[in-house]
């Protein structure tokens, strides 16, 4: 066992720095993951009024509740990728044009 004394302040020190460096990393990747999640809720809310559709009539088209729809666009819940298939399909797009960012 190593006690105090022998374990160099430079290794505590790097150590400590390498680690806040991985953890600033690990919730830099998740803020990038968190933002593609809010400009979905944009860009189908974007979509459906380019096509005059009411909340409603998309989530009948889709196979999906109104909630989930007006969730989805209020970035309350993030959408799993079935329903993004499905609610593109109905707004007659490609699944990468309702995520795209933009």
């Known amino acids: 066992m190593f006690n105090n004394a022998t ?3 430079s ?3 790097n150590w400590h720095k390498n ?8 919730r830099t990747k998740l803020d990038k993951i968190q933002l593609l999640v809010a400009y979905i ?3 189908l809310k974007q979509l459906r ?4 559709l ?4 998309l989530a ?3 196979g999906v509740s109104p909630t989930t729809v007006l969730s989805i666009e209020r970035n309350e819940t993030e ?3 079935r329903t993004i298939r499905k609610l593109a399909s109905a707004l007659g797009v490609e699944p990468s044009k309702l995520v795209e960012q933009g």
Do not use: K, M, N, Y
């Open 7 to 9: 374990i160099p302040a």
């Open 11 to 13: 290794f505590t020190h």
């Open 19 to 26: 680690w806040v460096s991985r953890s600033q990393q690990r």
């Open 41 to 43: 809720g944009g860009q």
């Open 49 to 52: 009024d380019e096509r005059f």
């Open 54 to 57: 009411s909340h409603r009539e």
């Open 60 to 62: 009948r088209l889709a």
């Open 79 to 81: 959408p799993q990728r």
